[in-house]
């Protein structure tokens, strides 16, 4: 593994665990997996792990925003979950993925998404070089010259074969042979077939599929379940070889003449009512979506609602539609600099200049999650600032003529290879979208408005206070007349109400009563005198029953037992009697804490509900062996 290791294994181990995932693939910052019952991954717990920048559910996915360095994140946790990072996509889980129930819309847009992952990157490199091809142009490199034609085909080589990569990462995408896609790709590209009258099934067919999206799309539909269709059926013997060939016969005929034709002109249908819409009130529609671009990342459906105009862009039309996609990164990055400047919160400020440069590239979510949505009204000036900035993008008729990217780089896509570029316009537009933003946050921004730690730190005081008087208050009320039953700190630290518990099983009390210690040591005592119920044999947890019947759960950090016992010590065994002190169990905080789990330790009555009730201890620390529940009956 590599040196995300302790992230990967928490990071499956909060989503559910590897028998919740059936799917995974990641973009520029975010983990994306397909779970098969998203109520059993522990958001809360995820949203402040460190190094975990927020967490989205939406559109059928669980997405864990990273940052930049995702991809590296993204190999450890295919190693967790024991597959190869290229076929992650199909996590193996065949009850699991039975349990799914998702939007099939959307199921549709996730899978398409997902093929089209692995290319993005190169995509933008691709967009790089004929962005820097076209200033070339403008400098007085000739058109027709030999270097023009060989760094044009450099970067037109991804799009114009893109049916042949798309086909073979669906392919890998349902667990079939990556080469049967990429020649299914192949065979709707083949030159002598293209853009000529062909008689199929009794009609003419004219179809050109270079640089296209939908149509191979649509082909792999038919051609991946009629694999797997023959494969259970086809002998042994001769499987290998006739599969394919079934499956191509029928496939690529049906996608070349029928399937394909039909993508298109759904596409191209689509394409028209964005360009009207874009084309007729240009400034309404791009303050509009502009604005709201920053939102619908938030929710991760920016690549659904894009999906059409970048298939146009792909395939070499210039497209105005997406220019309001770059500019949000300027206004965020306009008001993170400005917060970052203003604010006397050294942990806000760690957090705001890495945000701010990864923003200058087109990496916004360290921005949006770490700095402008916690502080909302921030979030909101970047919204504005960004519409203010597409504004200036629609009056100064901007388009994008290549995809290079996001960030600085992105806008060598707006460079006209043809010439006529409006670099006055570009230039206006960011400065527009930067400036604005980064006024606006400079002369509204006060630490108050965000979440410091010092703020944070004062308002978890006064909500121990008040919950510590609740509880003195409760047991004064509760113990007239009722037997009582003591059970104390088996360990010392601070106090926690049971419902802060970041794991949700044991905050929603469906495991019993009680409340949460955070060690200050790795000394575990018995609480009461009675017996060891039961030992788990991983050593985490303990069971224990005193003479009046009332047990006990002791259980030492969150998710612990995925370290089999290492950092573990137990010093008695099931069925031992005990005394109120005895020495446990000892764990090695330093260890748990190395390996990146909570020491988060519930103490729980486990029968609570044969009592009239349970009351907490009235403060924030204790030492083992002090009172720290009250059990009435």
């Known amino acids: 593994m590599g040196k995300y290791k302790e ?20 973009c520029f910052t975010r983990l994306r997996f397909n779970l098969a019952d998203d109520k059993k991954a522990d958001t809360a717990y995820l949203k402040n792990r460190d190094g975990v920048i927020s967490v989205v559910n939406s ?52 899978i398409v998404m997902a093929a089209m992952a692995p290319l993005m990157n190169l995509m933008c490199a691709a967009g790089i070089i004929k962005g820097i091809l076209s200033i070339a142009v403008l400098c007085g490199l000739p058109s027709d010259s030999g270097y023009y034609q060989l760094f044009n085909a450099i970067g037109d080589a991804i799009f114009y074969f893109m049916p042949m990569l798309l086909g073979m990462n669906l392919a890998k995408k349902f667990a079939i042979d990556p080469v049967f896609g990429f020649l299914v790709g192949a065979a709707m590209l083949y030159p002598t077939i293209q853009g000529v009258d062909l008689n199929l099934f009794g009609m003419t067919v004219n179809a050109t599929y270079t640089s296209t999206f939908l149509p191979v799309v649509f082909t792999m539909a038919i051609a991946i379940p009629l694999y797997k269709w023959l494969e259970k059926r086809v002998s042994k013997l001769v499987k290998s070889f006739m599969v394919p060939a079934i499956a191509l016969a029928v496939a690529v005929p049906l996608g070349f003449s029928l399937v394909g034709p039909a993508a298109n002109m759904v596409g191209n249908a689509l394409n028209v009512v964005l360009t009207v819409i874009f084309d007729t009130v240009p400034l309404v529609a791009f303050i509009i979506f502009g604005g709201l671009y920053q939102v619908f990342v938030l929710f991760g459906i920016h690549g659904a609602i894009c999906m059409v105009p970048f298939m146009e862009l792909l395939q070499g039309h210039p497209v105005r539609m997406l220019v309001c996609t770059l500019i949000p990164c300027f206004a965020q990055t306009g008001v993170v600099l400005a917060v970052c400047l203003k604010t006397k919160d050294k942990k806000l400020k760690d957090i705001a200049l890495p945000a701010f440069f990864s923003g200058i590239f087109g990496v916004t979510e360290p921005a949006i999650y770490g700095v402008t949505l916690p502080r909302i009204k921030m979030f909101v000036i970047a919204c504005i600032g960004a519409a203010a900035g597409s504004a200036v993008g629609a009056i100064t008729g901007l388009t994008l003529y290549s995809y290079a990217g996001m960030g600085v780089i992105g806008l060598l896509g707006m460079i006209n290879p043809n010439g006529a570029t409006n670099f006055v316009g570009i230039i206006l537009m960011v400065a527009v979208a930067f400036g604005f933003s980064f006024v606006m946050a400079w002369f509204t921004y006060k630490d108050e408005d965000g979440t410091s730690e010092n703020a944070l730190t004062e308002q978890g005081e006064k909500n121990q206070k008040k919950h510590a008087e609740k509880a003195a208050a409760k047991a004064a009320k509760n113990a007239a007349g009722l037997q009582k039953t003591e059970i104390a700190a088996p360990m010392s630290g601070a106090v926690k109400p049971l419902g802060a518990c970041s794991d949700e099983a044991f905050a929603s009390e469906v495991l019993g009563k009680g409340v949460v210690i955070v060690p200050e040591n790795g000394i575990v005592t018995a609480p009461f005198d009675g017996v060891v119920e039961n030992l ?88 083992a062996g002090e009172p720290l529940l009250t059990v009435l009956k």
């Open 7 to 26: 992230l990967a294994a928490d990071i499956v181990a909060h989503v559910g665990g590897k028998e919740n995932v059936t799917g995974l693939r990641h």
């Open 59 to 110: 559109g059928g996915e669980y997405m864990v925003v990273i940052g930049e360095h995702v991809h590296d994140v993204y190999l450890d946790v295919c190693e967790v979950l024991g597959v190869d990072a290229g076929d992650s996509g199909q996590v193996k889980n065949s009850d699991a993925s039975a349990a799914q129930k998702k939007n099939p819309l959307m199921q549709v847009v996730n």
């Open 536 to 623: 788990f044999a991983t050593r985490h947890a303990i069971a224990l029953k005193d003479k009046k019947g009332c047990s006990v759960l002791i259980h030492i950090g969150m998710d612990t037992v995925r370290l089999d016992g290492e950092g573990f010590k137990a010093f008695v065994k099931q069925g031992d009697t005990v005394k109120k002190g005895d020495k446990l169990l000892e764990v090695d905080i330093n260890t748990v804490k190395a390996k990146g789990y909570s020491l988060e330790t519930p103490v729980l009555v486990t029968d609570a509900d044969q009592y009239a009730d349970v009351v907490e201890m009235a403060g924030q620390t204790v030492k």
